[in-house]
């Protein structure tokens, strides 16, 4: 049995506990995100598409570094990709993700700076 929920309506709360199969995506989401450059990535389209060039100058990785943890996140699902001309623009897939990546690095920026959490 799959512990998916009917998709007839989008919700920002799925209230069912989870399964193996949501626990495993998941855990394949947090694998995706523990490396910096593809954080860096993720962070930089979750502000708006990118190209890779834009992509590489953001994150400061080589432009053969970003494209291959591109390829990563194209595979993972996690973003997606247009042509335009001759140039391939990125973009995050998925609201979820979006927040995740920002809350992610919000809750870094206080253990940083040492501001107190948030109730």
């Not at 394949?28 to 523990?34: E, K, N, P, W, Y």
Request: glycine content about 6%; aromatic content about 4%.
């Amino acid at each position: 049995m799959s512990d998916r929920e009917p998709t007839s309506a989008p919700s920002l709360f799925h209230g069912q506990p989870p399964g193996p199969e949501r626990l495993a995506v998941a855990a394949d989401v947090f694998r995706l995100l523990s490396d910096p450059t593809r954080l860096c990535l993720l962070w930089t389209l979750a502000r708006g598409e990118a190209d890779v060039g834009q992509l590489t100058e953001a994150c400061g990785a080589s432009r053969t570094a970003v494209s291959q943890h591109l390829a990563k996140l194209r595979l993972a699902g996690l973003v997606e990709a247009r042509r335009e001309s001759r140039h391939s623009i990125y973009r995050m897939r998925d609201g979820h993700l979006r927040r995740l990546v920002l809350e992610a690095l919000n809750h870094a920026d206080h253990v940083v700076t040492g501001e107190p959490p948030h109730a």
